[in-house]
């Protein structure tokens, strides 16, 4: 029988992570993967080949419709989709490869098949009809999460699909209609309608990107209109006829009140998504969970039994990657003793549309509800001058600062490369600094990154370029 320091069971990119910080602190460690690849819903069917599509149909579109004001003649694109899919699955293929070298050089040993927790100490790694059980002082549950489905439409992947077969379409849907309005609902939809697709979305909310800072989502809204999409929003999709040759959705308001018909030759659902917990023996060894099937765990990510602990999606907190990496690292460090911690309040989001939308820290929402006094500060990009040599003026900067001390408490981006202009905000926050740091600290001219200072400056009223 094998014994290990830690059986981290799940190898997405809090389990890997959590395994490979575990074994820099000296500890003999395992992972369990059900799946053939490693990498988890993220590097698989998630966060990677999503954003592998974007770019690609990014530039698709670019091509067809930006290069000639720039100066740049030539013929109109074709796509050849299969030609696209494969440059998705190179991308998987490398990260995954990554992800299998890394087990490798941290001597960390990949045990292939189900994960079940027999109790404290003990995993049991079923596959091909066969199983083992491993000894282990700790054990780490890093199973992430799966869609969650709408009651009576039954996803087939092909027709019906979740994210998972939006990013595995054979051709390009006439018509494709999206239930939810969240994140993944608006990268995938812009990746179709890219590519030629009609692309209406229904929200059971009144507004879209659920958490988000309610002005951003409206601007980002129009933006999205702007572009072709169609929302539908305080509705609820009831029903999928799959008998014709097209769909046939029947579509309902939020509220109540009388149905509609849309036809579409594709359905994507991406309501949301769901702890995985099943087939993990959880219920039996005596590890509790939530009402909402997420395993408790306390400050120190440990669950209800001695020696396991949980992190990721499968507990509470947002469903993003990097949260899990953080909580990795930090129930690793635990274990081995050290004072491991995550700053949950400085965790950006990212859609990763054209442009993005970024956020950092509160809402102007949250901030009301917690009664807090609060000072904004906006800059558009039709102010910024690279944005306007570029064309690319869409969105803006928006900070939130406290009242009394300016210290930053949220920043909200719509605009190009906003997933990567968020972390300048989260550095400063991460330190505790002022919207005054951030106005007096240097910014490359020209950089849309000026656009968060003047934002800063616009907090304390003294915007130079607007």
């Known amino acids: 029988m094998a014994t290990y320091d830690l059986v981290v069971i799940g190898t997405g990119p809090g389990g890997y992570v959590c395994a490979v910080r575990a074994s820099q602190l000296g500890m003999k460690v395992a992972v369990v993967e059900k799946n053939a690849t490693l990498g988890g819903t993220c590097l698989n069917v998630g966060c990677m080949p999503s954003k592998a599509l974007l770019h690609a149909s990014e530039m698709f579109e670019e091509a067809g419709h930006s290069f000639a004001k720039m100066g740049v003649s030539v013929s109109s694109p074709k796509l050849d989709l299969p030609a696209m899919m494969n440059f998705k699955q190179q991308g998987i293929d490398g990260n995954v490869k990554g992800v299998e070298f890394l087990m490798k050089k941290n001597k960390i040993d990949v045990l292939k098949g189900t994960g079940k927790i027999l109790g404290s100490g003990k995993v049991e790694v079923s596959a091909d009809g066969k199983s083992q059980v491993v000894e282990t002082k700790n054990i780490v549950i890093a199973t992430g999460s799966d869609i969650a489905r709408l009651k009576g439409i039954e996803i087939d992947e092909k027709r019906i699909v979740s994210s998972t077969g939006a990013l595995s379409l ?197 901030l009301k509800q917690a009664g807090t006094a609060y000072t904004v500060g906006k800059f558009p990009f039709t102010a910024n001058g690279r944005s306007k040599v570029n064309q690319t003026t869409d969105g803006f900067v928006k900070i939130l600062a406290d009242a009394k001390t300016d210290r930053v408490l949220g920043v909200h981006i719509i605009g190009r490369e906003a997933g990567e202009m968020i972390h300048e905000a989260c550095v400063l926050m991460e330190f505790g600094g002022s919207a005054e740091d951030l106005a007096r600290t240097c910014h490359a001219h020209p950089t849309r990154s000026e656009a968060i200072k003047e934002a800063a400056l616009a907090v304390g009223k003294r915007a130079i370029h607007m």
């Open 170 to 366: 054979d051709k390009v849907p006439g018509k494709l209609l999206i239930v939810g309005a969240g994140v993944i609902g608006l990268e995938l939809g812009s990746v179709w309608h890219r590519l030629g697709a009609e692309v209406v979305v229904v929200e059971f909310l009144d507004r879209i990107l659920p958490g988000m800072d309610g002005e951003i989502a409206k601007q980002f809204q129009r933006i999205l209109e702007k572009q072709g999409f169609a929302f539908k929003l305080a509705a609820k999709v009831t029903a999928v006829d799959t008998s014709g040759k097209s769909l046939k959705a029947t579509i309902e308001p939020a509220a109540g009140g009388a149905a509609e018909t849309l036809e579409a030759d594709v359905v994507l659902v991406c309501i949301g998504r769901v702890p995985y917990t099943d087939a993990l023996g959880l219920k039996e060894a005596g590890v509790a969970l939530d009402p909402r099937g997420r395993v408790q765990i306390d400050p120190h990510f440990a669950t209800s039994l001695k020696g396991i602990y949980a992190i990721g999606d499968v507990v509470a907190g947002p469903m993003l990657a990097h949260k899990a990496e953080d909580e990795g690292v930090a129930v690793a460090e635990i274990i081995a003793g050290q004072a491991g911690h995550v700053n949950y309040d400085v965790i950006p989001g990212v859609v990763y549309t054209t442009p993005e939308v970024s956020s950092v820290g509160k809402t102007e929402e949250e």
